[in-house]
């Protein structure tokens, strides 16, 4: 069955005809030529986009009924809870994107709210790593995939957009680190230790209701997740703490050889939400080499119930200023930008969907960011991590880092020899009783 049908619904979050709050326009109309100008120089990486799963959800997966060189604006698309899209070629153009780093999101339970089983949580990343890859294939002129992160530079001179995965959530890998390499060689340059509810291993800001989680169960990390992140900095895949408890928080730095990236979180001092970043997380940022991309749902912006100029929501004001504070704790070099576009359905008023990256550039040309520092803010300080982290690969595979060995849970295959291995270990244990 087709999923859409074409509609002038004014309750389409992106039919907003009026000024999304005040000083908006002017802002735009004054420093816009100089923003695009911005984004045709400096590659906009943004590090979470959700369009994968809105192929699953609203698409059945198959491409025949998803034109991405149509801009869908006005259209209403059934499957996703807010009914639209953010995200198309047209739009991805308007918006001066850059780069792009596609989550291939599987949420940590089925729709029978059970957990995902290990083995079909493996099979459905891989099919979500394929959505990414059929849509380089489908539109070359548009997407490539980066084999290196020296080719972001040269694909974007070329006029395309770079295009790579990132695993959002531990729990995908099926307590596998062969799964894990597996996934960094079909184009993972990132996986979130863990999505709502985690993974047994890493601990999680929230359950996988939604609710807040207040105690971290394992200290943040235990030694599988330890081994997690040692082999993730092996093979050269970046280390992604949005979603994770503040104990992970501190835990994953403490563990990591390599810069860490918040993919799509903001400032926890600006905004009291769990998935939000804490100053005395900002402040490791530095020594660490990581970077805090913010994001722009409002609920982690300016919290479920902000209001301004008579209307509920968090602003791109507010997006600017969890930029600042990043800058103002971390530093110029440590801030970078997560939309995470096609992944929620209330996002600060002016940055509606993918088009709407400049009016951000716009407002913080007007707070005085040079064009260098924007630069720095819209790709190149996250280009630099991905950088970072393959050279501490290559380092920690010439000095015979050992590879990751551990399993986290059952086997998926149990064989003769590890039936063997456990009689023979439980034999043992009975004797020295």
């Not at 790593?129 to 070359?140: A, F, G, N, S, T």
């Not at 609920?299 to 479920?304: D, L, M, N, Q």
Request: charged content about 25%.
């Amino acid at each position: 069955m087709d999923p859409l049908t074409t509609t002038e619904n004014a309750t389409n979050t992106q039919n907003v005809a009026a000024e999304p709050y005040p000083g908006h326009d002017e802002t735009c109309a004054k420093y816009m030529e100089d923003a695009v100008a911005v984004h045709s120089k400096y590659p906009l990486l943004d590090g979470h986009n959700d369009l994968p799963w809105a192929v699953r959800c609203c698409f059945d997966m198959k491409w025949s009924l998803l034109d991405l060189r149509k801009n869908w604006t006005s259209e209403t698309v059934e499957g996703a809870p807010w009914r639209c899209l953010h995200t198309d070629i047209p739009r991805l153009r308007k918006g001066g994107v850059g780069a792009q780093l596609w989550s291939v999101f599987l949420p940590t339970t089925g729709n029978d709210g059970r957990p995902i089983d290990p083995a079909t949580a493996i099979a459905l990343t891989l099919e979500q790593i394929d959505v990414v890859h059929r849509m380089c294939e489908l539109y070359p002129d548009v997407f490539e995939m980066v084999e290196h992160a020296g080719d972001i530079e040269r694909i974007f001179a070329e006029g395309k957009i770079p295009s790579m995965c990132g695993v959002e959530g531990g729990h995908q890998i099926g307590g596998s680190l062969r799964a894990l390499r597996m996934f960094r060689k079909l184009g993972v340059r990132y996986m979130t230790l863990t999505h709502n509810g985690g993974p047994g291993w890493a601990d999680p800001a929230t359950n996988a209701d939604g609710s807040f989680c207040k105690d971290a169960v394992v200290g943040g990390l235990n030694d599988f997740g330890r081994e997690v992140v040692t082999e993730m900095n092996r093979i050269g895949m970046t280390v992604d703490l949005s979603h994770v408890h503040a104990e992970t928080m501190h835990a994953a730095p403490d563990v990591a050889r390599a810069p860490v990236i918040f993919s799509h979180s903001s400032t926890r001092a600006l905004c009291r939400h769990p998935r939000d970043v804490p100053d005395d997380v900002l402040k490791r940022l530095p020594e660490n080499g990581g970077v805090g991309m913010i994001v722009f749902l409002s609920k982690f912006v300016a919290g479920e119930f902000w209001v301004a100029g008579g209307k509920v929501g968090a602003t791109i004001l507010e997006v600017a200023d969890h930029v600042d504070r990043v800058v103002e704790i971390a530093g110029i070099d440590h801030v970078g930008i997560g939309g995470d576009y096609d992944g929620g359905d209330l996002f600060a008023r002016g940055l509606e969907d993918v088009s709407k990256y400049p009016a951000l550039t716009c407002e913080l040309l007007k707070r005085g960011y040079t064009e260098e520092q924007l630069g720095k803010v819209l790709g190149s300080n996250v280009i630099r991590v991905l950088k970072e982290c393959e050279v501490v690969s290559e380092t920690m595979k010439a000095a015979k880092t050992p590879i990751g060995e551990g399993h986290w849970g059952p086997e998926l295959y149990v064989t003769n020899a590890m039936k063997e291995q456990k009689l023979l270990s439980s034999t043992v244990s009975l004797e020295k009783k």
